[in-house]
């Protein structure tokens, strides 16, 4: 599937979450989401001679995106090793980073790579078609409970039990390898009003689970609060409320799990500071050119001075 960095991915709240940014001209930033490079694009765009950017990606796909600029740097790599890799730069604090949590629309349409169900294709849906586990691994390789977990946690789908249920019956007949073969599996547990916006749940927690989402974005997270100078600023694009969710904690207290630490006097411990205290979604018009944008809720944080 020929893809251009114009259909690769239309970044989401492009200007919003660049104006997050701050941009310095001579600071470091990362992109750890480059995908089509929209966003990164932007953020040179408003760099002097001497700033410097990072992009991470980890599937192959997105170097074709690749700018030629002396300013940036590609990392081919999952964002979890953020910290490692700007180690191996030697890099010390950054003054920004950008992450647009949404699969690009370039996985949803490219059929081959199994993302929808929109199409019948392998079961695949790793970001890194390198490594790790395919989805089609998963549905045949989980016990019952386990599918049913991965359903409820990542989906958020209350009959997840009768969907692992269903997985389970259809794989003992045959292995269920394609798209195809998951909709026939499963398709009479979706009732008709919301069979589109279930099934895409469904393939969302299959996802995740494939490409382990949830604990390389805690990784990233972490380890972007350890690198931020003081008054760094960290612009989050979240799609779904798991991912928003963990956001919203590590803004408000630093973590994944939102327990605050309190100081003596009983005031709330955080490294970063809220910069919109109302979180910012799209207009309409941009809901209107990009459907994908619609769900889409962007945070911004700043690193607390020292002391």
């Known amino acids: 599937m020929a893809t251009t960095a114009e259909t690769y991915h239309v970044p989401v709240l492009l200007k919003e979450s660049v104006d997050g940014l701050d941009i310095r001209p001579g600071g470091v930033y990362v992109d750890v989401t480059f995908g089509g490079g929209g966003h990164s694009r932007e953020i040179l765009s408003r760099l002097g001679a001497d700033g410097r950017l990072f992009g991470f990606d980890q599937d192959a796909d997105a170097e074709a995106n690749i700018m030629d600029d002396g300013r940036f740097t590609f990392v081919r790599s999952n964002f979890r090793y953020l910290k490692n890799w700007m180690r191996y730069y030697g890099i010390g604090p950054i ?8 699969v690009s629309s370039h996985h949803f349409d490219d059929a081959e790579r199994g993302f929808s169900f929109r199409f019948d294709a392998p079961l695949d849906m790793r970001m890194n078609k390198r490594d790790g586990i395919t989805a089609a691994d998963v549905l045949n390789r989980y016990d019952e409970a386990r599918l049913a977990d991965v359903f409820y946690l990542y989906g958020e ?14 794989r003992a007949a045959k292995p269920v390898v394609t798209t195809q073969d998951l909709v026939d599996a499963t398709a009479a547990l979706f009732k008709r009003e919301r069979e589109k916006k279930d099934m895409a749940k469904m393939f969302q927690a299959l996802r995740i689970e494939v490409n382990g989402e949830m604990g390389a974005l805690k990784e990233m997270l972490a380890a972007a609060v350890e690198l931020l100078r003081p008054g760094g600023r960290l612009s989050v694009i979240t ?4 991912e928003d969710r963990i956001v919203k904690n590590f803004m408000r207290t630093g973590n994944a ?51």
């Open 95 to 102: 003054d920004g980073l950008l992450a647009d949590l949404g």
């Open 157 to 170: 789908l209350k009959n997840s039990r009768r969907i692992a249920a269903a997985v389970a019956k259809a």
């Open 239 to 242: 799609y779904h409320s798991l």
């Open 257 to 307: 799990e939102g327990v605050a630490e309190q100081d003596f006097y009983g005031r709330t411990r955080s490294p970063l500071a809220a910069v919109n205290n109302k979180v910012i979604v799209p207009d309409g018009g941009e809901q209107e050119r990009n459907p994908r944008s619609r769900s889409a809720k962007l945070r911004i944080a700043e690193k607390k001075e020292i002391g």
